[in-house]
């Protein structure tokens, strides 16, 4: 049976079967997601997020961050605080904002679980190469809308699918920890939801801001 999308809740139908796993697509919002019977457990996911090569010394892996802190670091006044959403064993973004005088703190569920960082408000959100791993996107986008104060900006990376005849072949399918991919309009219909102002400085990079208060 189609399950119901994990963002918006709408209907779905079989996108594709590669014989080891089943992906649906949104009927409502484009998202396609890989069935929850084929997630990884968390033990698994932990490993191989371990594989990932996000070094923060790694003048490669910085300058790729960099296409998103740069424009969101433009819309920020100096001295804002924000939290590194999804951090990975190895905080990279938040380093990178630190050194530009920005108050970050980190949070990640396996690796940085401060349960405290989610109790604040910040005036910016970073989220980088996270919400292809969320097995419920909806419930943590609204976690993050509510940690984002009025006015503030939330900047995200992610893949997006442009090609669904590529999606098969698709390197980014790969990844057994992905398991949420978003089509130019998924992500609309994200910003439309929160009713978040959007832009796109590059591809995949994605800022969202919050409206500031009345």
Same mark, same amino acid.
């Given at each position: 049976?189609?399950?119901?999308?994990?963002l918006?809740?709408?209907?779905?139908?079989?996108?594709?079967?590669?014989?080891?796993?089943?992906?649906?697509?949104?009927?409502?919002?484009?998202?396609?997601?890989?069935?929850?019977?084929?997630?990884?457990?968390?033990?698994?996911?932990?490993?191989?997020?371990?594989?990932?090569?996000?070094?923060?010394?790694?003048?490669?892996?910085?300058?790729?961050?960099?296409?998103?802190?740069?424009p969101?670091?433009?819309?920020?006044?100096? @001295?804002?605080?924000?939290? &590194?959403?999804?951090?990975?064993?190895?905080?990279?973004?938040?380093?990178?904002?630190?050194?530009?005088?920005?108050?970050?703190?980190?949070?990640?569920?396996?690796?940085?679980?401060?349960?405290?960082?989610?109790?604040?408000?910040?005036?910016?959100i970073v989220?980088?190469?996270?919400?292809?791993?969320l097995?419920?996107?909806?419930?943590?986008?609204r976690?993050?809308?509510?940690?984002?104060? /009025?006015?503030?900006?939330?900047?995200?990376?992610?893949?997006?699918?442009?090609?669904?005849?590529?999606?098969?072949?698709?390197?980014?399918?790969?990844? /057994?920890?992905?398991?949420?991919?978003?089509?130019?309009?998924?992500?609309?219909?994200?910003?439309?939801?929160?009713?978040w @102002?959007? &832009?796109?400085?590059?591809?995949?990079?994605?800022?969202?801001?919050?409206? /500031?208060?009345?």
């Amino acid at each position: 049976m189609p399950e119901s999308c994990p963002l918006c809740g709408a209907a779905s139908r079989p996108f594709l079967d590669d014989g080891r796993r089943r992906y649906l697509r949104c009927l409502d919002c484009s998202l396609s997601f890989l069935s929850a019977h084929a997630h990884p457990a968390p033990d698994a996911a932990r490993a191989r997020y371990l594989l990932h090569r996000n070094d923060p010394a790694d003048a490669g892996y910085r300058a790729w961050l960099e296409r998103l802190l740069t424009p969101l670091s433009e819309r920020l006044r100096p @001295g804002a605080a924000g939290l &590194d959403f999804g951090c990975g064993p190895g905080p990279a973004a938040s380093s990178l904002m630190r050194a530009r005088g920005f108050a970050v703190r980190d949070y990640d569920p396996l690796f940085e679980p401060d349960a405290a960082a989610l109790d604040a408000r910040y005036d910016f959100i970073v989220c980088t190469e996270v919400l292809e791993h969320l097995a419920r996107p909806d419930e943590v986008l609204r976690r993050l809308d509510s940690l984002l104060a /009025p006015g503030g900006v939330l900047g995200a990376t992610t893949g997006i699918l442009e090609d669904d005849s590529a999606f098969r072949s698709w390197w980014y399918r790969q990844d /057994p920890t992905h398991v949420a991919f978003y089509r130019p309009e998924t992500v609309a219909w994200i910003a439309r939801r929160f009713g978040w @102002g959007l &832009d796109s400085p590059g591809p995949g990079i994605f800022l969202f801001s919050k409206p /500031p208060a009345p």
